[in-house]
């Protein structure tokens, strides 16, 4: 079966630091990648996406993600972290030639001013 | 500020009544979605409803769901008999095609006791 895998749960960061969060998806075929930001009491909000082309796309607010195919990983990266990134970050994939998308359970991150 | 509106924000019920959770676009779209996140797990897919059908649905979606747009504006889920596992916040989302993101509402809050 489809899935989506992040293997950070929880993450706790000094302002400044550098973020990581990782992401794995199990499908053979097609499929669009996807980072979703959900802050505090605020509904899901898109980061970044991959569709095609090259790799290492860039998002809203500094943040960036790898795609590497070999590897089925779709890697979120921010060279340096604010107190307003505050948030739970979901990998989403989307199934190409399909309506649905697969969440990733998601990581809580907390930056500590 | 998100693209679709949900209503209500927060629904406490007991178990056994019948919910309806409403979702209404800020313009005309024609491929919406509902998902739920349970507490502390990650964000699920229900259906896909695209022009005024079923496009898919998950495991989850079984008999005692339902989803309809019945005047062509609102889009509502329906429950038909709740258990305490339905218990989850509700998100709707609109989608196109042509760009493959998800726009999400602010979620519904569902309480069933």
């Known amino acids: 079966a489809q899935s989506v895998s992040q293997h950070n749960h929880h993450v706790i960061l000094s302002e400044a630091a550098s973020l990581e969060l990782g992401c794995n998806y199990s499908y053979g075929g097609t499929v669009n990648l996807f980072w979703y930001v959900q802050y505090p009491g605020q509904h899901l909000q898109l980061l970044l996406k991959y569709f095609s082309g090259d790799p290492l796309v860039k998002g809203i607010k500094g943040f960036e993600a790898e795609f590497i195919k070999s590897k089925f990983s779709f890697n979120l990266r921010k060279p340096s972290v604010q107190w307003s990134d505050t948030a739970e970050y979901f990998c989403?994939?989307?199934?190409?030639?399909?309506?649905?998308?697969?969440f990733g359970t998601g990581t809580r991150l907390k930056v500590l001013a | 500020e998100p693209e679709v509106t949900q209503t209500p924000s927060h629904q406490v019920t007991q178990m056994g009544q019948e919910v309806i959770l409403r979702c209404v676009p800020i313009?005309?779209?024609?491929?919406f979605y509902w998902y739920r996140q349970i507490l502390g797990q990650k964000v699920e897919f229900l259906v896909s409803?695209?022009?005024?059908?079923?496009?898919?649905k998950s495991e989850i979606f079984d008999d005692q769901f339902s989803v309809e747009r019945p005047d062509g504006s609102n889009f509502t889920l329906k429950i038909r008999s709740t258990k305490l596992e339905d218990s989850a916040m509700y998100f709707c989302?609109?989608?196109?095609?042509?760009?493959?993101?998800?726009?999400f509402g602010e979620g519904s809050r569902l309480t069933v006791l």
């Open positions: 409803f695209y022009n005024n059908e079923i496009s898919e």
């Open positions: 989302a609109r989608g196109g095609a042509d760009t493959g993101e998800l726009f």
């Open positions: 313009s005309n779209h024609l491929y």
């Open positions: 989403a994939v989307n199934l190409s030639g399909t309506y649905k998308y697969i």
